[in-house]
T-cell receptor, first 112, second 111 residues
Framework: DGGITQSPKYLFRKEGQNVTLSCEQNLNHDAMYWYRQDPGQGLRLIYYSQIVNDFQKGDIAEGYSVSREKKESFPLTVTSAQKNPTAFYLC???????????FGSGTRLTVV | GQQVMQIPQYQHVQEGEDFTTYCNSSTTLSNIQWYKQRPGGHPVFLIQLVKSGEVKKQKRLTFQFGEAKKNSSLHITATQTTDVGTYFCAGHSSGTYKYIFGTGTRLKVLA
């Protein structure tokens, strides 16, 4: 079955450390997205990529970085510059034909 | 920039009662999508509306897109405990590739 895989599901890191969240899709979707969700809040866009080797900042890109070297993969790095990194991170993908976004199951990052 | 607001933020209903959430955009949308996120889960795509005044139904769920394409609603008839979750709208404007998600409405259904 096609879908999006995010790993790990839970991640704990010490303050000041960079951490990379994995996102892989086998849906052959061109576009991929990273969202952040805080408790009881909506989804805020961090970065998005419409094609390989190209990506754009979303609304809250500061302290994050991404790469899109392959169509299937869109990893997100949470850097030490991100002031409040503890959150639920969701990766999504879409195509013009698919209609809606397909979301991964998310990664809960806790920085201590 | 474009903003998408939803009301109410929270709604508690008795099982069997109806429920409606409203979505309002600051700009005209080319289309709008609705998602459901169960507690502890991830958003799941429900439907997309494209035409002005469009109405679509999925069993007990009725989705509407406003005539001006700046607002939308989701109505659930006779709620069930399986309807619990947060419902998000996401609006798309012409000339952009991304959707702006609304703030969400968290629904609790009391048995």
């Amino acid at each position: 079955d096609g879908g999006i895989t995010q790993s790990p599901k839970y991640l704990f890191r010490k303050e000041g450390q960079n951490v990379t969240l994995s996102c892989e899709q086998n849906l052959n979707h061109d576009a991929m997205y990273w969202y952040r969700q805080d408790p009881g809040q909506g989804l805020r866009l961090i970065y998005y990529s419409q094609i390989v080797n190209d990506f754009q900042k979303g609304d809250i890109a500061e302290g994050y970085s991404v790469s899109r070297e392959k169509k299937e993969s869109f990893p997100l790095t949470v850097t030490s510059a991100q002031k409040n990194p503890t959150a639920f991170y969701l990766c999504a993908s879409s195509s013009r034909q698919a209609g809606g976004y397909t979301f991964g199951s998310g990664t809960r990052l806790t920085v201590v | 920039g474009q903003q998408v607001m939803q009301i109410p933020q929270y709604q508690h209903v008795q099982e069997g009662e109806d429920f409606t959430t409203y979505c309002n955009s600051s700009t005209t949308l080319s289309n709008i999508q609705w998602y459901k996120q169960r507690p502890g889960g991830h958003p799941v795509f429900l439907i997309q509306l494209v035409k002005s005044g469009e109405v679509k139904k999925q069993k007990r769920l009725t989705f509407q897109f406003g005539e001006a394409k700046k607002n939308s609603s989701l109505h659930i008839t006779a709620t069930q405990t399986t309807d619990v979750g947060t419902y998000f709208c996401a609006g798309h404007s012409s000339g952009t590739y991304k959707y702006i998600f609304g703030t969400g409405t968290r629904l609790k259904v009391l048995a």
